[in-house]
């Protein structure tokens, strides 16, 4: 059998279109937008394939326009999880004996959908469901997700063709199995690709799966679920099953089939489902692989080397492209004396030319943050920035959510590297300044490795060799992903894998193959010929 069938597939990223005015994509991401605004959806639970309605339902609301609602999802109890579990386990036989070709072939035909006919409905829904602009979205809903979905594809055909030294006597072969029972997938609100690759990881290795999306993104996940469904996905591979957290959790985490967790969100959440597994280590049949990639505190140093405005560009870019909430965004920057008021000069220029409100201007730049809570806990540490002696705010500051959930770029200066914006992840658009002595590089590099147990992103901006050399030395574990003379955000799938260690993760680079190596348990056989 030949198995390379997608062999001729060099892996290419997605390009990134541009939505000019009268191009056909921007013609059909305006009708998208305005077909989802008109209705209301009501959104199923799905369990092997049968829509279940429960009544027990949470809303989908647009975050820059609150009182706007766009649908309605119903939420799975206990008894939907109990069938859910039931029904991944059934699915499962069926789905792993699936020749690995047609199982790729599935989600290589989701990356076509989502490429073309799909893909105007999956940034409109990330736009309105997010608040996100169009440059945001055609980046993570289109290409991101689309990269996901074919280097998975063509990762996976390299695993499984890796195989052992034989010799003329002894024949060996590895079989690349799934785990045994269920996985159990937790997506985050803000990136609709990573909600994409959390469920289907794990299936396009031949596992089954429980998604449980985030509540404030239900609808983006319906339209990956039915894009799954357009694709040719069996029912019962992937259950989605949106609910309240903690109820779902109880029951899956204490089931014995769970074979593994794939979760991206906070440090907190994934800190809690860890002791809950362990807490029931004697109880399952495996010991179940925990993948999570958590929170950050990312920084930008620039040097006195640095050119001042590709580092500025950097920290505007860095600190507020969708308002702050990526996991990568840089929230504490360190700046040397000697260059810190030319640096201010073009920050406090940049961030004023900042378009936010209307997502669906071409030119915006920002939106709403996600939601209430989130609003609530970005207020707070503006207004411990106001009411603190030991830090000025230099612009912005201000917040509104009589409409949505608007906060603006807020940039923050402290003589104290230990305040607590400098050491808390914020999730927002927020940015906090150190300016530090030139001649002490060395100390702030110190001062950068000990602020935080976070190890996600980090940027230096400079020209000088030897300190970009020193602070990659100084700051080895301080990040996943580190970046020289650029924003530490935007990592490009098979490009820059990507994931933090520390307390920012498993760091398993979602979308690479050590990713995928964590749903596989590999089986060796020998076959002796000389006996
Ligand atoms: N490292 C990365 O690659 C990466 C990527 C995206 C987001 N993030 C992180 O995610 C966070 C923001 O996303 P969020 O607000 O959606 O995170 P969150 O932790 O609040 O929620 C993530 C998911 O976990 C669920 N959840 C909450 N409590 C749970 C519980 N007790 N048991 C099981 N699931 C539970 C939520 O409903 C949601 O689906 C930030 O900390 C950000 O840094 C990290
Ligand atoms: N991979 C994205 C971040 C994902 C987290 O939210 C980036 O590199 O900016």
């Not at 959806?41 to 820059?64: A, Q, W």
Request: aromatic share 10%; charged share 20%; net charge neutral.
């Amino acid at each position: 059998m030949n198995n390379n069938i997608i062999e001729e597939i060099n892996f290419v990223n997605e390009p990134v279109l541009n939505y000019d005015l009268g191009s056909t994509e921007r013609t059909e991401l305006e009708a998208e937008l305005v077909n989802i605004k008109n209705g209301i959806i009501d959104i199923p639970v799905i369990i092997g394939g049968k829509e279940i309605r429960t009544g027990n339902k949470g809303l989908c609301i647009l975050p820059h326009n609150k009182n706007k609602v766009i649908g309605e999802f119903h939420k799975a109890g206990k008894k939907e999880i109990e069938m859910a579990i039931e029904e991944a386990l059934n699915a499962k036989e069926k789905w792993e004996k699936l020749p690995w070709q047609s199982r790729i072939a599935i989600f290589l035909r989701a990356a076509e959908l989502a490429a073309g006919p799909w893909r105007a409905k999956l940034n409109a829904s990330t736009m309105l469901t997010q608040s996100k602009t169009y440059k945001q979205a055609e980046i993570d809903s289109a290409c991101e997700l689309v990269d996901f979905f074919r280097n998975n594809a063509v990762c996976l055909q390299q695993i499984y063709s890796e195989q052992p030294l034989s010799t003329k006597k002894v024949w060996n072969k590895t079989e690349y199995r799934p785990l045994e029972g269920f996985i159990f997938a937790v997506s985050p609100f803000n990136f609709t690709s990573i909600a994409c690759n959390l469920p289907s990881a794990p299936a396009i290795a031949g596992n089954t799966v429980l998604w449980k999306p985030a509540s404030n993104t239900v609808y983006t996940s319906y339209v990956i679920y039915k894009l799954f469904q357009e694709a040719g996905l069996p029912d019962g591979v992937i259950n989605f099953i949106p609910g309240n957290a903690g109820e779902i959790s109880d029951t899956v985490l204490s089931n014995k089939n769970l074979s593994g967790i794939h979760f991206t969100g906070s440090t907190k959440v994934f800190q809690n489902m860890w002791t809950a597994i362990g807490n029931n280590i004697y109880n399952y049949k495996t010991f179940p692989r925990l993948v999570g990639e958590t929170g950050g505190k990312n920084y930008i140093i620039v040097h006195n080397s640095a050119n001042i405005n590709s580092a500025s560009r950097g920290l505007i870019d860095g600190a507020f492209e969708y308002q702050g909430q990526k996991c990568s965004a840089a929230s504490r920057a360190y700046i040397a004396k000697s260059v810190w008021s030319e640096v201010k000069e073009n920050i406090l220029e940049k961030a004023a030319n900042i378009k936010f409100g209307d997502i669906e201007e071409i030119d915006t730049f920002m939106g709403a943050v996600i939601d209430k809570k989130s609003f609530d806990t970005i207020k707070n540490y503006i207004e411990y920035a106001k009411n603190s002696k030991d830090a000025e705010i230099i612009f912005g500051g201000n917040c509104d959510d009589k409409i949505g959930y608007f906060v603006e770029p807020t940039i923050i200066v402290t003589s104290d590297p230990h305040f607590k914006t400098m050491e808390e992840e914020i999730f927002g658009p927020v940015m906090t300044i150190y300016v530090y002595e030139d001649e002490k590089f060395s100390d702030m590099l110190s001062l950068v490795d000990s602020t935080s147990n976070y190890g996600l992103t980090g940027a230096i901006f400079a020209k000088d060799r030897y300190a970009i050399e020193q602070a990659q030395k100084a700051l080895v574990y301080t990040a996943g992903n580190f970046y020289i003379n650029d924003r530490p955000t935007g990592a490009v799938v098979g490009q820059q894998p990507f994931g933090g260690s520390r307390l920012s993760g498993t760091n398993d680079k979602a979308g690479s193959k050590i990713n995928l190596m964590r749903w596989i348990s590999p089986k060796v056989t020998k076959e002796t010929l000389a006996n």
